[in-house]
């Protein structure tokens, strides 16, 4: 439920269309159970903000299988060039 009324206050105060876009995904992607939200001393709003950044840095990262299966792919091909000459 908290969950929902963060996703609905983001896109109701962000203007930027790519932020929002983000910061939905990253709030539908999130894990909010390990929140303390009866404590008062913490910011809820600081901790949701770093969780999701945290997961889109984490989605940003490239892999980099594509590029090893790419210079796999080549090297077949020139041993196959090679090889029926």
Known sequence: MVQVKAVD???NETENKWVR???VYGF???SID???FNDP???IRDIVKIKVV???KEMAEPSKGLFWYLVLYHWIVLGII???R
């Open 9 to 11: 206050a983001v896109k």
């Open 21 to 23: 876009g983000l910061l």
């Open 28 to 30: 539908e992607k999130l």
């Open 34 to 36: 390990d929140i303390p």
């Open 41 to 43: 001393n913490i910011d």
């Open 54 to 56: 945290d997961f889109i």
């Open 82 to 84: 090679i090889f029926t």
